[in-house]
């Protein structure tokens, strides 16, 4: 986990140091009820992108620690964790779209840093794809 903290930390570099402040989520969006987990209150925003079958909580040690200098955000896909199942089907264009939806419903428009893990490494090149304007750095782990 160290190796990680560090390349993060090189990435916000640039940033100015904020309090911590935690933000969680009410787990709303308009048609959608994730399990959303914000903290932290700078720019950038650092988003956690979980391996295949992953919570969020695998974040939470580096999602806490780089709180101090940026916003962070992690987030239960569908079917996992404490957010609902989908009838969707789990296609990668579709995992980027509902990502791209909680983003906007939290108001997170950029600049982001993406963060992927496994499963979570696609879906974040992916969005950075269709979404570069939004996007100053991926972590592909």
């Known amino acids: 986990m160290r190796p990680l903290l560090c390349i993060a930390i090189l990435f916000l570099v640039a940033c100015s140091e904020s309090n911590s402040s935690e933000i969680q989520g009410s787990n709303e969006s ?6 959303v987990l914000i903290l932290g209150d700078a720019d950038p925003t650092i988003v956690f992108e979980s391996g295949l079958g992953d919570q969020l909580e695998n974040w939470e040690f580096i999602q806490r620690e780089l709180s101090q200098y940026a916003r962070t955000f992690s987030y239960d896909r569908y079917g996992l ?8 089907p789990r296609t990668l264009e579709n995992q980027v779209s509902e990502l791209k939806s909680i983003l906007e419903y939290k108001k997170i428009n950029g600049p982001i840093i993406l963060v ?10 992916k969005f950075q794809a269709e979404y570069p304007d939004q996007v100053v750095g991926m972590v592909i782990i």
């Open 30 to 35: 308009k048609d959608e009820h994730q399990n």
């Open 81 to 88: 964790g404490h957010s609902p199942s989908t009838t969707k």
């Open 116 to 125: 992927g893990h496994s499963l979570g490494g696609y879906i974040i090149r």
